[in-house]
């Protein structure tokens, strides 16, 4: 897979997750927000804050579980994640 093929999937998977009117699952929305932080801003950004909101640190605490992939694995997983869902 070339990577334009890849950027131009995983735009096609974002806009899909962006109109979608269906509940998803609390832990498939912290996967999915998982691989796009992964995918869009690698672990570079991946910072540690100190907050009190719960929901935040759910979501930190997702990112960093997948902060080894490389930006181009969490891409595949985002757009696998999101097709299976529509299905």
């Known amino acids: 897979m070339q990577e ?3 950027d131009t999937l995983f735009q096609e998977a974002y806009e899909k997750a962006s109109n979608m009117t269906e509940s998803i699952p609390p832990d498939m929305m912290l996967r999915v927000y998982a691989y796009y932080k ?6 570079e950004q991946l910072r540690y804050f100190q907050t009190s909101d719960l929901r935040d640190g759910f979501k930190m605490n997702a990112w960093m579980q997948v902060k080894h992939l490389s930006p181009e694995e969490a891409k595949k997983l985002y757009i696998e994640t999101i097709n299976s869902l529509i299905k």
């Open 4 to 6: 334009k093929d890849l």
């Open 38 to 43: 992964q995918a869009t801003q690698g672990k």
